[in-house]
């Protein structure tokens, strides 16, 4: 089955062609960073304006590309949330007029299952059930997965995401958005141990994180300081990254044990992170189980992981009606 994914949850613009036998045939992003970035943060209305006018064009060069003809795409996957209300309904209009014209089935994907199943599309060694670690802009998700739709949440962010965190840590720093990326290299020219910041509730049982004492906390770092200089703001990014990682991992550790999983998929953008892996690698190792991410480019926002999840809900038959219904709020387990 050919299936067309559409992604327009927040700032990238992006669609995909999957087919179930062939795999990715081809896909076409574009972020809007620049357009945001003076700004500090995604502005919804320019997001949901820019989706408009770049998706045509998008699916335009993305079918030359992969030499396919709308006529050939048998389905139609696109974001119906969590994301931007407005930038959701530009994706989920868009996908739902050309399946109507196309007379061919759509159905809407919950972004943080595309973000949970991608990995699976890259490494078949990944079987069920194993622990996911979802860590986004938006959402810090520890799930326990027994099977495709069967998802067990045992914890989440009570405050900031994990890349939001990263985000505002960067502003802080002077760095540009997005700043998980930012943060990841000046941490790489950071003095270890100059710094020490705190691990958020993980004196607390259970598995809730929390990131936003640990952005007050660099707020007050940045402050007690008489020079900002380079070397401190990257000692200040290396102390940070060094507790969101710290604390990520224990959690993991915790989660596997009590639930006593061998096997950890991380995705979404923050499992970019190369000191994340390097830390979720070596709790594996010492586990006696395997750690499994996404490549680079799956990572962060895309359609590919869109057609992917769509095509498991449309092989079952799912589709939705003709009304666009969108969920800017979406809980994981609440999917149909
Ligand atoms: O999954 P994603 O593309 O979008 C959402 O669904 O939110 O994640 C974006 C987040 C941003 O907060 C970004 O700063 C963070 O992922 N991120 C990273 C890295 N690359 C992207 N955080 C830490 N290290 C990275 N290398
Ligand atoms: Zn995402």
């Not at 299952?113 to 986004?136: K, R, Y």
Request: proline share 5%; hydrophobic share 40%.
């Amino acid at each position: 089955m050919l299936i067309l994914g559409i992604e327009t949850s927040c700032d990238e613009t992006a669609v995909a062609l999957y087919d179930s036998e062939k795999g990715i045939l081809g896909q076409c992003l574009r972020t809007q960073i620049a357009l945001h970035q003076q700004y500090g943060g995604v502005i919804p209305e320019l997001a949901s304006r820019d989706h408009a006018y770049y998706l045509p064009p998008l699916l335009r060069d993305l079918c030359a590309e992969a030499g396919i003809s709308l006529s050939q795409i048998e389905g139609i996957a696109y974001t119906a949330g969590p994301g931007l209300v407005g930038a959701l309904l530009v994706g989920a209009m868009f996908g739902r007029s050309l399946a109507y014209a196309l007379k061919i089935p759509a159905v809407g994907v919950h972004h943080m299952e595309g973000h949970l199943l991608v990995p699976l599309l890259e490494d078949p060694q990944i079987t069920f059930p194993f622990l996911a670690l979802l860590v986004s802009g938006g959402h810090t998700l520890l799930v326990e997965v027994t099977q495709i739709g069967h998802y067990e949440i045992l914890g989440q962010s009570l405050d900031d995401a994990a890349g939001e965190a990263f985000d505002k840590t960067a502003k802080l720093l002077g760095l540009p958005y997005p700043g998980g990326p930012q943060i990841q290299q000046l941490a790489q020219q950071g003095e270890s141990g100059r710094f020490s910041l705190p691990r958020p509730l993980l004196d607390k049982p259970g598995y809730d994180f929390s990131f936003s004492g640990l952005k007050t906390a660099v707020l007050q770092l940045v402050r007690s300081q008489t020079e900002l200089d380079h070397s401190t703001k990257a000692s200040i990014a290396l102390a940070f990254q060094e507790a969101v990682v710290d604390t990520l991992t224990r959690k993991c550790q915790r989660a596997l044990r009590d639930r006593q999983l061998k096997r950890l998929v991380v995705a979404g953008g923050v499992s970019a992170n190369q000191a994340l892996r390097k830390a979720l690698d070596d709790l594996l190792k010492k586990e006696g189980g395997t750690a499994h991410y996404p490549s680079l480019p799956l990572c962060t926002d895309n359609a590919v992981m869109i057609a992917y999840a769509g095509h498991y809900r449309l092989a079952k038959g799912q589709q939705g009606d003709l009304s666009v219904s969108i969920h800017p709020r979406w809980d994981l387990t609440q999917i149909p």
